[in-house]
């Protein structure tokens, strides 16, 4: 069974910083993209940055120039460096695996349980 664990969340106040990091429960090989969702209060879940396997990572444009997105391949683990924190930022993350099948194609998707941020004016 793939467990995504989550750590980093918090409460920071405006233009704080966090870091935000997800561990794959163990060793997968077929991995090809590593993530992280938000989704506030009475909104969407949104994209925040995922980086495909040997890709440019991909950022919502909210947070462009404000969060990093890093993965660690031998460790399995995706990090998210948030930095110059705003109130608009308050969310639930959601740490997003993409698995793709060598021999199907086929892409699975898994999420962490969600860690929240808060981030107060």
């Known amino acids: 069974q793939v467990q995504l664990a989550e750590s980093g969340g918090g409460f920071v106040q405006a233009g704080g910083s966090l870091r935000l990091s997800c561990a794959v429960s163990?060793?997968?090989?077929?991995?090809?993209?590593m993530g992280w969702y938000r989704q506030a209060p009475g909104k969407q879940r949104e994209l925040v940055a995922a980086?495909?396997?040997?890709?440019?990572?991909n950022y919502a444009d909210s947070v462009k120039g404000r969060f990093t997105i890093t993965r660690d391949n031998a460790k399995n683990t995706v990090y998210l460096q948030m930095n110059s924190l705003k109130p608009e930022d308050t969310a639930v993350y959601y740490c997003?695996?993409?698995?793709?099948?060598?021999?199907?194609?086929?892409?699975?998707?898994?999420w962490g349980q969600g860690t929240q941020v808060t981030v107060s004016a």
């Open positions: 997003n695996l993409e698995t793709t099948s060598s021999r199907t194609k086929s892409k699975d998707y898994y």
């Open positions: 980086m495909p396997n040997g890709e440019s990572p």
């Open positions: 163990r060793t997968i090989f077929s991995i090809s993209s």
